[in-house]
Protein backbone atom coordinates (compact mmCIF):
# COMPACT_ATOMS: atom_id res chain seq x y z
CA UNK A 1 0.00 0.00 0.00
CA UNK A 2 1.62 3.42 -1.10
CA UNK A 3 2.46 5.28 1.94
CA UNK A 4 1.88 2.61 4.57
CA UNK A 5 4.13 3.00 7.52
CA UNK A 6 6.66 0.80 7.91
CA UNK A 7 6.39 -0.98 11.94
CA UNK A 8 9.24 -0.12 14.23
CA UNK A 9 9.16 1.33 17.60
CA UNK A 10 8.17 5.14 16.73
CA UNK A 11 5.24 3.46 15.29
CA UNK A 12 2.25 5.04 16.13
CA UNK A 13 4.45 8.18 17.30
CA UNK A 14 4.01 11.84 15.44
CA UNK A 15 7.22 13.92 14.55
CA UNK A 16 7.83 17.29 12.93
CA UNK A 17 10.80 17.34 10.88
CA UNK A 18 12.10 21.18 9.56
CA UNK A 19 14.59 21.12 6.81
CA UNK A 20 16.34 23.12 4.13
CA UNK A 21 17.02 26.76 3.84
CA UNK A 22 14.21 29.53 4.21
CA UNK A 23 14.38 32.04 1.61
CA UNK A 24 13.32 35.33 2.33
CA UNK A 25 12.25 37.79 -1.02
CA UNK A 26 13.62 40.97 -1.81
CA UNK A 27 12.42 40.95 -4.95
CA UNK A 28 10.56 38.41 -7.24
CA UNK A 29 13.52 37.37 -8.60
CA UNK A 30 15.73 38.01 -5.28
CA UNK A 31 16.14 36.52 -2.03
CA UNK A 32 18.47 36.55 0.96
CA UNK A 33 19.14 32.81 2.55
CA UNK A 34 21.29 30.63 4.74
CA UNK A 35 23.27 28.36 3.19
CA UNK A 36 21.72 24.81 3.31
CA UNK A 37 20.75 21.61 0.71
CA UNK A 38 18.82 19.94 3.18
CA UNK A 39 20.35 16.58 3.04
CA UNK A 40 20.94 16.41 6.96
CA UNK A 41 16.96 16.92 7.60
CA UNK A 42 16.20 14.95 5.02
CA UNK A 43 17.94 12.22 5.64
CA UNK A 44 16.79 12.25 10.04
CA UNK A 45 12.94 12.37 8.39
CA UNK A 46 14.18 9.40 6.49
CA UNK A 47 15.46 7.26 9.07
CA UNK A 48 12.34 8.10 11.74
CA UNK A 49 9.73 7.03 9.00
CA UNK A 50 11.61 4.11 8.45
CA UNK A 51 11.24 3.47 12.19
CA UNK A 52 7.47 3.83 12.07
CA UNK A 53 6.63 7.32 12.77
CA UNK A 54 4.53 9.82 11.01
CA UNK A 55 6.88 12.54 9.77
CA UNK A 56 5.65 16.01 8.89
CA UNK A 57 8.14 16.80 7.15
CA UNK A 58 8.30 21.22 6.50
CA UNK A 59 10.70 22.08 4.20
CA UNK A 60 12.35 25.53 2.51
CA UNK A 61 13.36 25.32 -1.05
CA UNK A 62 16.02 22.35 -0.25
CA UNK A 63 18.66 21.50 -3.01
CA UNK A 64 17.92 17.67 -2.62
CA UNK A 65 14.39 15.88 -2.98
CA UNK A 66 11.91 15.26 -0.34
CA UNK A 67 11.98 12.00 1.31
CA UNK A 68 9.20 9.29 0.58
CA UNK A 69 6.02 8.30 3.36
CA UNK A 70 6.48 11.96 4.95
CA UNK A 71 3.51 14.32 5.02
CA UNK A 72 5.42 16.96 2.87
CA UNK A 73 4.81 20.70 3.54
CA UNK A 74 6.90 23.22 1.39
CA UNK A 75 7.15 26.83 2.81
CA UNK A 76 9.03 29.25 1.35
CA UNK A 77 9.92 32.10 4.23
CA UNK A 78 10.66 31.61 8.18
CA UNK A 79 6.95 32.81 9.04
CA UNK A 80 5.82 30.17 6.81
CA UNK A 81 7.49 27.85 8.51
CA UNK A 82 6.42 28.89 11.56
CA UNK A 83 2.82 28.98 10.41
CA UNK A 84 3.26 25.41 9.34
CA UNK A 85 5.12 24.01 12.17
CA UNK A 86 2.12 24.87 14.73
CA UNK A 87 -0.27 23.56 12.34
CA UNK A 88 1.35 20.64 12.48
CA UNK A 89 1.07 20.25 16.32
CA UNK A 90 0.57 18.21 18.56
CA UNK A 91 3.60 16.14 17.91
CA UNK A 92 5.56 13.52 20.21
CA UNK A 93 8.88 15.16 19.23
CA UNK A 94 9.99 17.88 16.59
CA UNK A 95 13.55 17.97 15.18
CA UNK A 96 14.56 21.04 13.87
CA UNK A 97 17.14 20.94 11.38
CA UNK A 98 16.21 23.82 8.96
CA UNK A 99 18.77 26.81 8.51
CA UNK A 100 16.36 29.87 9.04
CA UNK A 101 17.30 33.46 8.14
CA UNK A 102 17.45 35.11 10.92
CA UNK A 103 16.78 37.96 8.98
CA UNK A 104 13.83 39.46 6.66
CA UNK A 105 13.90 42.38 3.86
CA UNK A 106 11.21 44.64 5.55
CA UNK A 107 8.58 45.97 2.70
CA UNK A 108 10.17 43.68 0.04
CA UNK A 109 9.62 45.05 -3.33
CA UNK A 110 5.99 43.48 -5.54
CA UNK A 111 8.15 44.29 -8.68
CA UNK A 112 11.69 43.63 -9.61
CA UNK A 113 13.99 46.03 -8.49
CA UNK A 114 15.82 47.50 -11.76
CA UNK A 115 19.90 48.21 -11.52
CA UNK A 116 20.84 51.40 -11.81
CA UNK A 117 24.25 52.38 -12.34
CA UNK A 118 25.97 53.45 -8.92
CA UNK A 119 22.39 53.63 -7.09
CA UNK A 120 22.84 50.99 -4.44
CA UNK A 121 19.47 49.40 -2.51
CA UNK A 122 19.31 50.38 1.07
CA UNK A 123 17.57 47.24 3.02
CA UNK A 124 15.97 47.07 6.09
CA UNK A 125 16.01 43.62 8.24
CA UNK A 126 13.63 42.50 10.70
CA UNK A 127 14.02 39.66 12.86
CA UNK A 128 12.01 36.41 12.09
CA UNK A 129 10.60 34.04 14.43
CA UNK A 130 12.74 31.62 16.07
CA UNK A 131 10.66 28.40 15.86
CA UNK A 132 12.70 26.48 17.66
CA UNK A 133 12.54 28.69 20.56
CA UNK A 134 8.91 29.33 20.57
CA UNK A 135 7.93 25.55 20.05
CA UNK A 136 10.42 24.37 22.92
CA UNK A 137 8.77 27.28 25.73
CA UNK A 138 5.13 26.16 24.67
CA UNK A 139 3.54 26.04 28.08
CA UNK A 140 0.95 23.88 26.54
CA UNK A 141 0.98 21.07 24.15
CA UNK A 142 4.93 21.20 23.90
CA UNK A 143 6.33 18.02 22.27
CA UNK A 144 7.91 15.73 24.81
CA UNK A 145 10.97 15.59 22.86
CA UNK A 146 12.34 19.14 21.06
CA UNK A 147 15.87 18.93 19.08
CA UNK A 148 17.30 21.60 17.80
CA UNK A 149 20.43 22.20 15.32
CA UNK A 150 23.53 24.30 16.00
CA UNK A 151 25.79 25.15 13.23
CA UNK A 152 28.69 27.56 14.58
CA UNK A 153 32.11 27.79 13.48
CA UNK A 154 33.94 28.84 16.62
CA UNK A 155 33.21 27.28 20.32
CA UNK A 156 31.01 24.64 18.86
CA UNK A 157 30.08 23.05 22.44
CA UNK A 158 30.03 26.39 23.80
CA UNK A 159 28.32 28.57 21.51
CA UNK A 160 25.83 25.63 21.00
CA UNK A 161 25.24 24.55 25.27
CA UNK A 162 24.56 28.26 25.73
CA UNK A 163 21.34 28.10 22.57
CA UNK A 164 20.56 24.71 24.25
CA UNK A 165 19.69 27.09 27.33
CA UNK A 166 18.27 30.08 25.72
CA UNK A 167 16.33 28.18 23.53
CA UNK A 168 14.82 25.68 26.40
CA UNK A 169 15.10 22.84 23.68
CA UNK A 170 15.97 19.16 25.03
CA UNK A 171 18.79 18.27 22.71
CA UNK A 172 20.78 20.50 20.24
CA UNK A 173 22.56 18.71 17.65
CA UNK A 174 26.17 20.82 17.24
CA UNK A 175 28.25 20.68 14.29
CA UNK A 176 31.66 22.57 13.19
CA UNK A 177 30.98 23.85 9.76
CA UNK A 178 34.05 26.25 9.40
CA UNK A 179 35.03 26.13 5.91
CA UNK A 180 38.33 23.46 6.73
CA UNK A 181 36.03 21.10 7.93
CA UNK A 182 34.33 20.83 4.27
CA UNK A 183 30.99 19.76 6.24
CA UNK A 184 28.68 22.55 5.07
CA UNK A 185 27.92 20.93 1.08
CA UNK A 186 29.17 17.68 1.61
CA UNK A 187 27.88 14.31 2.19
CA UNK A 188 29.16 13.43 6.13
CA UNK A 189 28.38 15.39 9.07
CA UNK A 190 30.70 15.16 12.74
CA UNK A 191 28.11 15.97 15.10
CA UNK A 192 28.17 16.52 19.10
CA UNK A 193 25.11 15.79 20.69
CA UNK A 194 24.19 18.35 23.55
CA UNK A 195 21.59 17.19 26.49
CA UNK A 196 20.47 16.99 29.86
CA UNK A 197 23.50 14.11 30.22
CA UNK A 198 26.06 16.18 28.73
CA UNK A 199 27.80 16.65 25.40
CA UNK A 200 28.37 13.65 23.58
CA UNK A 201 30.77 13.90 20.28
CA UNK A 202 30.41 11.16 17.62
CA UNK A 203 32.53 10.17 15.28
CA UNK A 204 32.64 11.73 11.39
CA UNK A 205 30.29 9.90 9.05
CA UNK A 206 27.78 9.79 6.60
CA UNK A 207 24.96 11.99 6.79
CA UNK A 208 22.61 8.82 6.32
CA UNK A 209 24.45 7.34 9.24
CA UNK A 210 23.98 10.46 11.79
CA UNK A 211 20.45 10.38 10.63
CA UNK A 212 20.09 6.76 11.79
CA UNK A 213 21.82 7.03 14.81
CA UNK A 214 20.08 10.15 15.60
CA UNK A 215 16.44 8.54 15.04
CA UNK A 216 16.87 5.51 17.04
CA UNK A 217 17.91 7.78 20.11
CA UNK A 218 14.82 9.54 19.41
CA UNK A 219 13.06 5.97 20.13
CA UNK A 220 14.43 5.51 22.94
CA UNK A 221 13.43 8.83 24.06
CA UNK A 222 10.24 7.86 23.22
CA UNK A 223 8.81 4.81 24.55
N1 LIG B 1 15.83 28.15 14.33
C1 LIG B 1 14.47 28.33 14.19
N2 LIG B 1 13.97 29.56 13.83
C2 LIG B 1 14.82 30.59 13.61
C3 LIG B 1 16.21 30.41 13.74
C4 LIG B 1 16.69 29.17 14.11
O1 LIG B 1 13.70 27.38 14.40
N3 LIG B 1 14.30 31.76 13.27
C5 LIG B 1 16.35 26.84 14.77
C6 LIG B 1 17.20 26.13 13.73
O2 LIG B 1 16.41 25.28 12.93
C7 LIG B 1 18.15 25.34 14.62
C8 LIG B 1 18.32 26.21 15.83
O3 LIG B 1 17.19 27.08 15.86
O4 LIG B 1 17.57 24.14 15.07
C9 LIG B 1 19.57 27.01 15.90
O5 LIG B 1 19.66 27.85 14.80
P1 LIG B 1 20.89 28.84 14.72
O6 LIG B 1 20.79 29.63 13.48
O7 LIG B 1 22.14 28.06 14.97
O8 LIG B 1 20.62 29.73 16.02
P2 LIG B 1 20.33 31.26 16.20
O9 LIG B 1 19.62 31.39 17.49
O10 LIG B 1 19.67 31.82 15.01
O11 LIG B 1 21.77 31.88 16.42
P3 LIG B 1 22.95 32.32 15.38
O12 LIG B 1 22.42 32.18 13.99
O13 LIG B 1 23.28 33.71 15.76
O14 LIG B 1 24.08 31.35 15.69
CA1 LIG C 1 20.49 31.73 12.89
Known amino acids: ?12 KRIIVTSGPTHEPIDPVRYIANRSSGAQGTAIA ?5 LGAEVVFVTGPASVAPPYGVDLVP ?19 AVFAAAVADWRVVGASDSKIKKVAGALPVMEFAENPDILAEVSQMAHGRPALV ?12 NATAKRARKGCDWIVA ?13 ENAVTLISDSGAESWPRM ?13 ADALV
Open 46 to 50: AALRA
Open 75 to 93: VETAREMRAAVLAALPADA
Open 206 to 218: GKDAVARQLAARI
Open 147 to 158: VGFAAETDDVIR
Open 1 to 12: VVGALADGPLTG
Open 175 to 187: NDVSPATGIMGGS
